[in-house]
């Protein structure tokens, strides 16, 4: 049986219709049975690539478990908007990197033809990525449509130079008040991202655990903190403005102050395709050049 395959690509991305076009004819040449992303796919039409007999999506409603495969092409923000579509469908997801760093979309385009023979003699693992889920009360609509992060949840200040004020309960009990540009919400995959630049810690994608990383606070105590991912987290923002801003990975909303949040470990999980010879800490020696040093 040829493998069922999702493809997706951020179409605005200047490198999409060229790695689109070099996608078509390997898939074509394994044959595999292949739907396209809605969008995608009416911009491959306009290019005149032929794709008269592939299939659509355009949400996670349209997918399912019987997908082998969910390739997102683009960088490691394609990757993170994939989430969106592969929700709870535990669909293997594989990352062509067309972008820069490429850390979660780590197959560059000339081992792609390789990867997919890989693929068709199972000759892969899979790495389990926990995400986080957000509840906000009073609720808020937007959080209906995207109410789970890959990487981070951040709340942020909006629209003044002033600091907010974070107070911060684990499991109910009162933590800390952070006085602080912000604070993130970082899951262990999203440990090696907006977190790390902030000061957090490097954390193996398969620790039960998440990070609570303060920007730039003016408690001179405050300092990353690792919990275990069964705790739930809830955040009161206070501050000049009557409102501050979160993301969930690239997704931003404007939020009242009255609006207390809540994070905890969402029920699902992130199947990424791991190619044999990749790892964890292969990438991070490779693209955070991890231990770089003269002398080795």
Known sequence: ???????????????????????????RKFDFTTYLEKDLHQSAVKENFDVADMQTFSSSQDLDSSFDLFLSIG??????????????????VLG???????FLANVQQDDFEKALENLTHSQYSISRRSLIQIRSHPKYAGFLEKDVALNEITISR??????????TWLND???????????????????TGYSLSCGGPV???????????????????????????????????????PSYLISLDSTIET??????ITIEKAPFHINMIELQGDSFFKTIRKKLLWGEDKRN
């Open 158 to 167: 909006r629209n003044t130079t002033s600091m907010i004020v974070i107070e």
């Open 75 to 92: 960088g490691d923000g394609t990757i993170l908007r994939s989430v969106n579509y592969v929700k709870d469908t535990g669909i293997p």
């Open 255 to 260: 939020i009242s102050n009255q609006t207390e």
């Open 1 to 27: 049986m040829p493998l069922k395959i999702a493809v997706f690509g951020y179409i605005q991305h200047s490198g999409i219709m060229p790695a689109l076009k070099h996608v078509l004819a390997a898939v």
């Open 173 to 191: 009990e009162y933590l800390n008040a952070y006085w602080a540009d912000g604070l993130i919400i970082s899951t262990p995959t999203g440990s």
């Open 203 to 241: 954390i193996s994608p398969d620790t039960k655990a998440l990070v609570i990383t303060p920007i730039a606070p003016h408690n001179l105590n405050a300092r990353p903190l690792i919990v275990p991912d069964s705790m739930s987290i809830k955040l009161k923002v206070s501050g000049r403005e």
């Open 96 to 102: 062509l990197n067309i972008g820069r760093l490429g």
